[in-house]
Antibody, heavy 114, light 107 residues
Framework: EVQLLESGGGLVQPGGSLRLSCAAS????????MSWVRQAPGKGLELVST????????YSGDSVKGRFTISRDNSKNTLYLQMNSLRGEDTAVYYC???????WGQGTLVTVSS | DIQMTQSPSAMSASVGDTVTITCRAS??????LAWFQQKPGKVPKRLIY???SLQSGVPSRFSGSGSGTEFTLIISSLQPEDFATYYC?????????FGQGTKLEIK
């Protein structure tokens, strides 16, 4: 059974940084593309970043480009999202998801506020 | 970026009704379209992939169709557990983009 478990969310001040992690199990992680999807309170879904299985190819949405970096450690079956220069509009639940978005984690809340 | 426009943004229906939700892409996306259901406070769940393929375990009252720029999700014989928000997603080209969502409420 595929399981994805996010961690690392919390309260951070504007301009601050945070790193999210997603521990994966039940899949061949090193060949599986992964994504981060976020949902601001009361809003819709936004795909933030995607990475291929090797980590060699990444994509990020315009709203986070240059501030967020997706990466992975296949030896640890773990996906990361490094978030820098955080803004209020980055406040959201962040989900990690398997390529195809057929499996999702439970999400971790990031709150950007002073 | 490809824009995905869902309609309606909200609707109400009764148990037993059949409802149709539409998603329109700003450019052709072949059949790279998925549908998701999300209930309040819950994780989104994929219902349909490749426009019309039913995700394992999803009831057959859900069906999807379309190709190119026009797609539909049909829910037949609505059940109480179907009242939720539905999203489409195009994964033809990066950045992948969701529709704004359709909130389906009980009449």
């Amino acid at each position: 059974e595929v399981q994805l478990l996010e961690s690392g969310g919390g309260l951070v001040q504007p301009g601050g940084s945070l790193r999210l992690s997603c521990a994966a199990s039940g899949l061949t992680f090193s060949i599986t593309g992964m994504s981060w999807v976020r949902q601001a309170p009361g809003k819709g879904l936004e795909l933030v970043s995607t990475i291929d299985g090797s980590g060699g190819t990444t994509y990020s949405g315009d709203s986070v480009k240059g501030r967020f970096t997706i990466s992975r450690d296949n030896s640890k079956n773990t996906l990361y999202l490094q978030m820098n220069s955080l803004r209020g509009e980055d406040t959201a639940v962040y989900y990690c998801a398997k390529a195809g978005l057929d499996y999702w984690g439970q999400g971790t809340l990031v709150t950007v506020s002073s | 970026d490809i824009q995905m426009t869902q309609s309606p943004s909200a609707m109400s229906a009764s148990v037993g009704d059949t409802v149709t939700i539409t998603c329109r892409a700003s450019q052709g996306i072949s059949n790279y379209l998925a549908w998701f259901q999300q209930k309040p406070g819950k994780v989104p769940k994929r219902l349909i992939y490749a426009s019309s393929s039913l995700q394992s375990g999803v009831p057959s009252r859900f069906s999807g169709s379309g190709s190119g720029t026009e797609f539909t999700l049909i829910i037949s014989s609505l059940q109480p557990e179907d009242f939720a928000t539905y999203y489409c997603l195009q994964h033809n080209s990066h950045p992948f983009t969701f529709g704004q969502g359709t909130k389906l409420e009980i009449k």
